[in-house]
């Protein structure tokens, strides 16, 4: 772990939990763990050393000036109320590694348990036929089956059986088998809009996670940029269903004879 993981404070909050968030399909998790940080204004209390984890594949120019190589980060953040009764960590990757995700998964969890976090929580994107208009649902799933009974109180899905891509999901599964509690909370979004952010997906977990956390943030601006971002997603479907009947489809007046008398 020396070297590898660099901690500066440790937390001694009485109960402390542990969101963890990569990458994914509309960035449902990073917007989820970032607007959370933000707005609890969480303190930088660690880092994994990324240089094990990834090699870097270009670099940025400013100006007409070339730029260091710059390593994807991968840090630990703080918050707890008042009191020192609630703790909570959040860790953001800005990338999932190619390989030896596995390892890197583990020096998370390590913090969670120096640190004798109580459950870990991820988030995820449910891919589903939601109309952009619609409100995404959050489906949810949990590392014990005791986990169950405390979801239902929260109006999640239950699907029963799933499949959760990436660390967001593998984290869940490397949770358990060290024993430790674990809920991850799926925000729905559209198939076909996955390269796409969707603000709405993270709006509809943070409000159910804020509430399992029993944490009160102000989601005004998240409810804001969910409603942007139908609005755009609604005028580009628009957009390109307008251009699909142009394409596909031939006035009645540009038919040949021989189709007018069928």
């Given at each position: 772990?020396?070297?590898?993981?660099?901690?500066?404070?440790?937390?001694?909050?009485?109960?402390?939990?542990?969101?963890?968030?990569?990458?994914?399909?509309?960035?449902?998790?990073?917007?989820?763990a970032q607007y959370l940080k933000d707005r609890l204004n969480a303190e930088k209390i660690g880092e994994i050393d990324p240089v094990n984890f990834f090699e870097p594949v270009g670099i940025a120019v400013e100006d007409n000036v070339i730029e260091e190589p710059r390593f994807p980060e991968s840090n630990f953040y703080y918050w707890q109320d008042g009191e020192a009764e609630k703790g909570l960590i959040i860790f953001i990757g800005e990338e999932q590694p190619s390989s030896k995700g596995y390892e890197l998964l583990s020096y998370v969890l390590d913090v969670a348990q120096k640190f004798k976090v109580k459950r870990v929580y991820s988030c995820a994107a449910a891919l589903t036929r939601i109309h952009p208009s619609e409100d995404s649902k959050v489906w949810a799933a949990a590392t014990k089956p005791e986990l169950i009974e405390e979801l239902q109180k929260y109006d999640v899905v239950l699907r029963g059986n799933l499949r959760i891509a990436g660390l967001n999901g593998l984290f869940?599964?490397?949770?358990?088998?060290r024993d430790i509690e674990g809920i991850c909370l799926l925000g729905e979004v559209p198939r076909y809009a996955i390269q796409i952010p969707n603000p709405g997906a993270s709006y509809a977990v943070l409000k159910v996670l804020t509430r399992m956390l029993e944490i009160d943030i102000e989601l005004t601006e998240l409810s804001d940029m969910a409603k942007e971002s139908k609005e755009e997603m609604g005028e580009i479907i628009k957009l390109a269903t307008a251009e699909f009947i142009d394409h596909f489809t031939e006035p009645i007046w540009e038919q040949d004879e021989s189709e007018e008398e069928e």
């Amino acid at each position: 772990m020396k070297g590898i993981l660099k901690l500066s404070k440790e937390p001694h909050a009485k109960s402390c939990f542990m969101l963890a968030s990569w990458p994914g399909i509309g960035n449902v998790s990073l917007i989820v763990a970032q607007y959370l940080k933000d707005r609890l204004n969480a303190e930088k209390i660690g880092e994994i050393d990324p240089v094990n984890f990834f090699e870097p594949v270009g670099i940025a120019v400013e100006d007409n000036v070339i730029e260091e190589p710059r390593f994807p980060e991968s840090n630990f953040y703080y918050w707890q109320d008042g009191e020192a009764e609630k703790g909570l960590i959040i860790f953001i990757g800005e990338e999932q590694p190619s390989s030896k995700g596995y390892e890197l998964l583990s020096y998370v969890l390590d913090v969670a348990q120096k640190f004798k976090v109580k459950r870990v929580y991820s988030c995820a994107a449910a891919l589903t036929r939601i109309h952009p208009s619609e409100d995404s649902k959050v489906w949810a799933a949990a590392t014990k089956p005791e986990l169950i009974e405390e979801l239902q109180k929260y109006d999640v899905v239950l699907r029963g059986n799933l499949r959760i891509a990436g660390l967001n999901g593998l984290f869940l599964g490397m949770a358990k088998e060290r024993d430790i509690e674990g809920i991850c909370l799926l925000g729905e979004v559209p198939r076909y809009a996955i390269q796409i952010p969707n603000p709405g997906a993270s709006y509809a977990v943070l409000k159910v996670l804020t509430r399992m956390l029993e944490i009160d943030i102000e989601l005004t601006e998240l409810s804001d940029m969910a409603k942007e971002s139908k609005e755009e997603m609604g005028e580009i479907i628009k957009l390109a269903t307008a251009e699909f009947i142009d394409h596909f489809t031939e006035p009645i007046w540009e038919q040949d004879e021989s189709e007018e008398e069928e």
